[in-house]
């Protein structure tokens, strides 16, 4: 792939972490590049803020190597540990971390005033900065003389004007009201563009990492289970964790019977069949078959559903429905489809829309 | 950059020195394991000591009949039982052990249970009921727990005198010129009724704490279900600040057996012992060792109590916390009884709350003590002047001079001030240091031994503190040469005692401060000097004030701690009055008492205008 012949910033070798007995980090390896927005995506617990202290220096790792630039910064078996501030990466923390008895302007200025910048140098470079992040005229106030959208905006600058070569992100957007969130979402990506620098970004919202990142490494109890673009990790999870955890509504899991039609071979599923190319399924006769909510079409070609609640919310509606099995499944339509509530409707795949996982090890197999 | 430069540096060097060097830069841990050098110095080893020294000869043991009647050869420091034989196994046993031991329980039990059933009521009407001015009653119900226990005892004295005694009568006998008996007088009946009105004040901060934390829904939802009032009451309210009601029961009783003051003011007089009463009177007449078998007697007590404290409270914890809005709309109506009440509670403030300090100023005014008439009035005990003579022609005071102009009073008050402030700015400053090593640790074996060690000081009483510290540093002791007699010393023994405060002080200041507000600083290379003077000293600063303005007030009013280790020559404001008082010079001993009382409040409303809370809050200790 092309990414291969871009620069690796960090790469991650053989990291864990350990807690007492538990292990939030298991031996994760992981590259990232020049440039890349990289998103660590997973459950809350699964080690991806972990990842992100151990390679920012806070956290130690209990065992592994991390190189930022080629240069080793952390191996435990070295026993070297190179100080997060030699480490030239910037922080923005998931509370902002604002130091709340120092104004803005002294805030943003710290990180200067321990290098010993002249004070003119200082304070030119905080006021471009505090432009950069459209907060002129806040420099005398206090963190928490402002509102949130604004706090994070000073965090950004903090981190900025240490021009760290590498942004390390954690949840910055979770403390923001749903709208204000949105609008940050393209401010970061906006920096992104700008800057150029690497950025890692942790959150647990799949939403914001899809909007986000170039990459997407989705992590379950320390291990990493993909990593991927965006559209990849939607269009082909590697197993039924990340499809599962990438799935709003939930993802519709099937229990899938293969069977043998002459030279076809189809899988039977919630009274769905789908054909299938031999190779895939091998010679399994079950298999875990997944469609996504907004996968499905009405078509009276279809199989019966039965809906039993409807959820509209304006622009989509979610459906629950329905066919005799005990589990009832997820549907998603347009807000304008005709659909009420008792009605059986028929339903149909959207064309390759469906993913098969093996029953055992969980591995997409198509 | 000059940072890249270091990165590009091979691998180099022993990985173990790498790490040696590390663990031993970490500021928590370095300073973790200075402090618990410190704690294991001025507690354990004291501790350790105490039990040494009681099961050894010392020179004074010479005299001791069961050593003089045997012949046996007192060698200091040999091992022997005969401190043993003397408080637990012979004609003394009753005398020396048993009685007081039984006195103090007596005496534990008793205040514990009325000063919970008045603490509670009191919390129950104030946070519960639609009684008139709940602000102002809560205030004032809170000043007890702010002065000193003993103004109430001497004050008690003043009122009930008798001339059996000897002296002149109190308030009571001027009046109604009938001497009050004996057992109203002195003895554990007034004891008891003196410290609960002491002690009444902690079950009314933590009742009321606990009440008005639980949310009025859970009430409202079984009213809702047709449950009655009281059922609610039995079932619902009771339960929840039942872990408070408990916390105070064993608090209560762990202070209590170890309380001296109020104890030596109304028992001694007519030898009426309680544990601590004994471990003074035998460490004044020469028995150390068998002083330090009753003080080793008092902290297994006091242990047990706080251990049943961890595992009853600590086990129920979990629902002390109910915190809802704390909102309560509908307070119980008092109806027709409600200015009856209220008629009550204010009798009960001005006669138990003010009447004691009322009765003490008003005592320092009288030119001869007992006679209440305004003929009587005089101003020479603050301001008179040395020999001066009253109207009778009597020499006022032995010929001392009043509490302003005397010299020996401001030397005690200087010598309590410079203590108070000593000690105060060391507990400040050990606290942040604990508090952060404490959190920062947290989950490290250190931390937590820091943590234990911190609080132990807490187990030993006063009096036997003081009595671990005079058998300790009696001798030269390690690279510390004998401090009997110094200041140094009454600041150690103080400093040592606040160690569980600070530290708990220090630790609720330092989790206030967001380890990313440290760690946002660590990233862009401010080391630990900055950090700590740059953002945890200003974060914390609040805290470290309240907790430096508190150990003032706790180290101005301390007498049971240093009543056995100062010398005239270190002799403070407290210890003045302790004599005087002994020597029935209640004038003088009450004037100072008002002035520690005046320091006391003055400081605890500094505290609550710093702190913006009411005076019912933030008082530990």
Redesign the interface.
């Known amino acids: 792939m092309a990414e291969e012949k871009r620069k690796v910033k960090i790469k991650i070798e053989k990291l864990r972490k350990a807690f007492g007995e538990v292990v939030a980090v298991k031996d994760i390896d992981l590259d990232i590049y020049e440039g890349d927005f990289l998103t660590l995506l997973g459950p809350s617990g699964c080690g991806k803020t972990t990842t992100l202290r151990a390679i920012s220096g806070l956290e130690e790792a209990t065992d592994g190597k991390i190189y930022i630039n080629d240069k080793l910064v952390f191996s435990k078996k070295d026993e070297l540990i190179v100080a997060p501030s030699k480490r030239n990466v910037g922080l923005i923390f998931q509370s902002y971390a604002l130091w709340p008895h120092m104004t803005v302007e002294a805030n943003i200025a710290f990180g200067l005033k321990i290098k010993k910048l002249p004070k003119n140098e200082i304070d030119k470079r905080v006021k471009n900065i505090l432009a950069d992040v459209h907060l002129e005229g806040y420099g005398k106030r206090y963190p928490s003389e402002l509102s949130g959208g604004q706090q994070q905006r000073v965090a950004i600058a903090r981190m900025l004007i240490n021009r760290p070569q590498i942004f390390l992100m954690d949840e910055p957007l979770s403390n923001l009201d749903a709208r204000l969130r949105i609008e940050m979402r393209s401010e970061l990506i906006q920096l992104h563009n700008r800057t150029g620098a690497t950025t890692i970004y942790v959150t647990h919202d799949q939403e914001e990492a899809m909007t986000l990142s170039t990459r997407i490494c989705v992590m379950n109890e320390g291990v990493i289970r993909q990593i991927a673009s965006p559209e990849e990790i939607y269009g082909r999870p590697a197993d039924m964790f990340v499809a599962g955890f990438i799935s709003n509504p939930q993802m519709n899991f099937f229990k899938g019977i293969v069977e043998q039609k002459g030279a076809k071979t189809v899988i039977k599923a919630g009274g769905f069949s789908v054909e299938v190319p031999k190779d895939i399924v091998g010679n399994r006769n079950e298999v875990v078959f997944a469609v996504r909510p907004e996968d499905f079409v009405i078509d009276p070609k279809g199989t019966s559903y039965n809906i039993k609640t409807r959820l509209p919310a304006g622009s989509f509606q979610i459906a629950m429905a329905n066919n005799g099995d005990e589990k009832d499944i997820a549907l998603m339509f347009d807000g304008e489809e005709d659909i009420t509530t008792g009605e059986v409707i028929k339903l149909v795949i959207k064309k390759d829309k469906f993913h098969i996982f093996d029953k055992k090890t969980e591995k997409r197999l198509n | 950059?000059s940072?890249?430069a270091?990165?590009?540096r091979e691998?180099k060097g022993s990985?173990?020195l790498?790490?040696l060097v590390?663990n031993l830069t970490m500021p928590q841990r370095i300073m973790a394991f200075l402090l618990i050098m410190l704690l294991i110095f001025f507690v354990i080893m004291p501790a350790i000591n105490l039990v040494y020294t009681s099961l050894t000869f010392s020179l004074s043991d010479r005299r001791l009949p069961q050593v003089v009647d045997r012949g046996i050869e007192v060698v200091p420091g040999e091992f022997t039982t005969v401190h043993l034989e003397r408080v637990f196994w012979s004609k003394l046993t009753n005398k020396m052990f048993l009685i007081p031991l039984l006195n103090s329980l007596m005496i534990t039990f008793g205040l514990t249970a009325l000063s919970m059933i008045i603490g509670s009521t009191l919390a129950w009407l104030v946070v519960r009921t639609n009684l008139p001015w709940k602000k102002g009653i809560a205030n004032f119900a809170s000043i007890p727990y702010i002065i000193p226990s003993w103004p109430i005892a001497l004050a008690w004295i003043s009122v009930f005198k008798n001339t059996k005694i000897g002296g002149s009568p109190g308030w009571f006998q001027f009046i109604f010129h009938v001497a009050p008996p004996d057992w109203i007088s002195y003895g554990i009946l007034p004891i008891i009724i003196c410290l609960s009105l002491h002690y009444y004040a902690f079950s009314f901060i933590t009742v009321s704490g606990a009440l008005a934390s639980i949310d009025s829904r859970l009430e409202e939802t079984a009213e809702l279900m047709g449950a009655s009032k009281s059922l609610v009451m039995r079932k619902i309210t009771l339960p929840l600040v039942l872990p408070a009601l408990l916390s105070a029961f064993i608090l209560t009783f762990s202070k209590g057996i170890g309380t001296f003051g109020t104890p030596a003011f109304l028992g001694l007089p007519v030898r009426f012992f309680t544990l601590s009463t004994q471990v003074y009177s035998n460490v004044k007449n020469n028995l150390a060792g068998d002083a330090y078998l009753l003080a080793i007697v008092m902290i297994l007590i006091s242990s047990l109590t706080i251990y049943m404290n961890v595992k009853v409270i600590g086990a129920r914890k979990s629902f002390v916390t109910i915190s809802g809005k704390g909102f309560r709309a509908n307070p119980v109506k008092l109806g027709k009884f409600k200015w009856v009440i209220f008629a009550l509670v204010i009798i009960f403030i001005l006669l138990f709350v003010i009447g004691p300090l009322y009765i003490l100023t008003w005592q320092t005014f009288m030119e001869r003590d007992g006679d209440y008439s305004l003929s009587n009035f005089t101003l020479h005990y603050w301001i008179g002047p040395d020999g001066a003579l009253g109207k009778a022609g009597q020499l006022l005071g032995e010929g001392q001079a009043g509490i302003l102009r005397n010299g020996d009073i401001w030397y005690a008050a200087w010598n309590s001030v410079r203590l108070a402030i000593t000690v105060s700015l060391l507990a400040a400053f050990l606290g942040i240091l604990l508090g952060y090593s404490i959190v920062r640790g947290r989950?490290t074996k250190l931390a937590s031994t820091l943590d234990a060690l911190s609080f132990a000081p807490y187990v030993f009483p006063g009096i036997a503190f003081g009595a671990v510290y005079l058998s300790m540093f009696a001798k030269p002791f390690g690279p510390i040469p004998a401090l009997y007699g110094t200041f140094s010393l009454l600041v150690l023994v103080s400093l040592a005692k606040r160690m569980p405060f600070s530290s708990r002080t220090g630790t609720s200041a330092m989790l206030q401060v967001?380890k990313?507000?440290e760690?946002?600083?660590?990233?862009?290379?401010?080391g630990f000097f900055?950090r700590f003077t740059?953002?945890i000293y200003?974060?914390t600063k609040s805290g470290f004030i309240a907790g430096l303005l508190l150990s003032f007030i706790t180290t101005m009013r301390e007498l049971s701690l240093i009543v056995l280790i100062v010398t005239p020559k270190t002799k403070v404001l407290t210890t003045m009055i302790f004599r005087y008082a002994e020597g029935g010079y209640h004038q003088y001993g009450d004037a100072i008492t008002m002035f520690v009382v005046i320091i006391s409040l003055s400081g605890t409303l500094l505290i609550r205008k710093y702190q913006g809370t009411g005076l019912a809050k933030g008082i530990g200790g």
């Open positions: 950059m940072n890249i270091l990165e590009h691998v990985p173990f790498r790490k590390r989950g967001h990313e507000l760690e946002a600083g660590e990233l862009v290379g401010a900055k740059k953002i200003p974060l």
